[in-house]
């Protein structure tokens, strides 16, 4: 059974560094093909995609979000962290992380999301 | 501006069958498979439909997806009150290298 998690601050002042982790069970990120993604979702609107990691350490990232996004992981733990530099209230959302079972497909199983909130 | 062109919104009686269309270009939809979620109110978005048609297993075979060349479409037929969700389309996008969504669909059930 995948089960994905995410876990961090749920309030940030403007300009502050956002750091996620994502834990997950039920697959190994050592597994070619597997990766680990990152999604947001302000409120009232559409999902928008962030990151993804995959099982040979290759990394994709939001062509419009890149300059301030950073994934690792960390396979001993079972853990994907996702930083986002130079928070901004408009970067209020929900942030889920997601299981991606094949290189360059969207999600399959995802997390059950966190709030995080941008504001003065 | 989602680069995946869906309705905002859709609606059925119950019973009826219903379709939301999930319009791209050949980056995205027409050179990769088509995912479809469903985003009950307050919830995280689970696969409806992978793989363009495949539902994995514990989805009902009401739900069902096809593409054809740059369009795709999820299919419900005898609609339930409990399919009253958000639904999003999603691809692979050579081009961006990257995961597109759709703008999402509202479904209400009258």
């Known amino acids: 059974q995948i089960t994905l998690k995410e876990s961090g601050p749920t309030l940030l002042k403007p300009t502050q560094t956002l750091m996620l982790t994502c834990t997950f069970s039920?697959?190994?990120?050592?597994?070619?093909?597997?990766?680990v993604g990152w999604i947001r979702q302000p409120p009232g609107k559409a999902l928008e995609w962030l990151a993804v990691?995959?099982?040979?350490?290759?990394?994709r990232y939001s062509p419009s979000l890149k300059s301030r996004l950073t994934i690792t992981r960390d396979t001993s733990k079972n853990q994907v962290v996702l930083t986002m530099t130079n928070m901004d209230p408009v970067d209020t959302a929900t942030y889920y992380c997601?299981?991606?079972?094949?290189?360059?497909?969207?999600?399959?199983?995802w997390g059950q999301g966190t709030l995080v909130t941008v504001s003065s | 501006q989602s680069v995946l062109t869906q309705p905002p919104s859709a609606s059925g009686t119950p019973g009826q069958r219903v379709t939301i269309s999930c319009s791209g270009r050949?980056?995205?939809?027409?050179?990769?498979?088509v995912y479809w979620y469903q985003q009950l109110p307050g919830t995280a978005p689970k696969v409806l439909i992978h793989s363009n048609n495949q539902r994995p297993s514990g989805v009902p075979d009401r739900f069902s997806g096809s593409k054809s060349g740059t369009s795709a479409s999820l299919a419900i037929s005898g609609l339930r009150s409990e399919d009253e969700a958000d639904y999003y389309c999603?691809?692979?996008?050579?081009?961006?290298?990257?995961?597109?969504f759709g703008g999402g669909t509202r479904l209400t059930v009258l």
């Open positions: 997601a299981h991606v079972r094949q290189i360059w497909r969207p999600p399959d199983y």
């Open positions: 050949s980056s995205n939809i027409g050179s990769n498979y």
């Open positions: 039920g697959f190994s990120l050592t597994t070619s093909g597997m990766g």
């Open positions: 999603a691809a692979w996008d050579d081009s961006l290298s990257g995961v597109v």
């Open positions: 990691i995959y099982w040979d350490d290759d990394r």
